[in-house]
Nanobody, 114 residues
Framework: QVHVVESGGGLVQPGGSLRLSCSAS????????MAWYRQPPGKERELVAT???????THVDSVKGRFFISRDNAKNTVSLQMNSLKPEDTAVYYC????????WGQGTQVTVSS
């Protein structure tokens, strides 16, 4: 059974940075296209960024130029570098396989507030 674990969230002031990390047991993440999602308070979960198993990345317009998805195959991790954070980035962040998701992890809370 695959377990995905997200970490690295926290409280940060507007304009600050955070780096989220995603690890998994029971599988090799480099086999799959992976993605970061987020669920803002009271809203549906939404896609933030994707990375193919070949390393090609996409980012939604609202985070383009501020967030950067990457993967470290040697460590079996996928990361999301978040810069110039805004209050509207406040959400629980999740990572998962882009197609046919694994069971969802607990996510990691990111709160952007002064």
């Amino acid at each position: 059974q695959v377990h995905v674990v997200e970490s690295g969230g926290g409280l940060v002031q507007p304009g600050g940075s955070l780096r989220l990390s995603c690890s998994a047991s029971g599988t090799i993440l480099s086999w799959y296209a992976m993605a970061w999602y987020r669920q803002p308070p009271g809203k549906e979960r939404e896609l933030v960024a994707t990375i193919s198993n070949g390393g090609i990345t996409t980012h939604v317009d609202s985070v383009k130029g501020r967030f950067f998805i990457s993967r470290d195959n040697a460590k079996n991790t996928v990361s999301l570098q978040m810069n110039s954070l805004k209050p509207e980035d406040t959400a629980v962040y999740y990572c998962n396989r882009r197609v046919t998701p694994f069971s969802w992890g607990q996510g990691t809370q990111v709160t952007v507030s002064s």
